[in-house]
């Protein structure tokens, strides 16, 4: 596992470094619109605390953290009206995975059919 690297784009958001639209904002969490949407709903989902992706996060999270992050996500796919219409929760983690920011988070994604679930 990579140390944590707080130059990541999401640790700069969570310092105020960079701005964001908050969608969701709690002790433990913050959810904000992807800057490059893939699908009419696209919201990213994170821990504030320094987490390198969701392995790490699921080793080292508080028992807080980790119920506050999985409510936060549940929560924001209800607010978005995704529950009826289906939705899709994506956690990309390292090369294999194409994670491209190391510091965890979940994709939302909804609001049109999402298609296959992996494309090779
Ligand atoms: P991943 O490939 O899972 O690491 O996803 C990183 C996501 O962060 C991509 O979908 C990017 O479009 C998104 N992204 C990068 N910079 C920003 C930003 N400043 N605000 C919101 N989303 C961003």
């Not at 699908?39 to 992706?53: C, N, Q, R």
């Not at 790490?56 to 996500?73: K, L, M, N, P, Y």
């Not at 939705?87 to 990309?92: C, E, K, L, Q």
């Amino acid at each position: 596992m990579p140390l944590y690297d707080d130059s990541n784009i999401f640790a700069k958001i969570l310092r105020g470094d960079i701005p964001c639209q908050k969608v969701l904002e709690g002790p433990h969490v913050l959810a904000f619109p992807d800057l490059y949407p893939k699908a009419p709903t696209h919201i990213l989902v994170i821990p504030k605390g320094a987490y390198v992706d969701i392995a790490d996060f699921g080793a080292r999270a508080s028992e807080a953290e980790i119920t506050a992050f999985w409510r936060a996500v549940a929560d924001i796919a209800a607010q978005a009206g995704l529950k009826d219409s289906g939705f899709r929760v994506i956690a990309n983690a390292g090369a294999n995975g194409g994670q491209e920011v190391p510091h965890f988070h979940v994709h939302i994604l909804g609001g049109c059919p999402l298609g296959p679930m992996v494309s090779r």
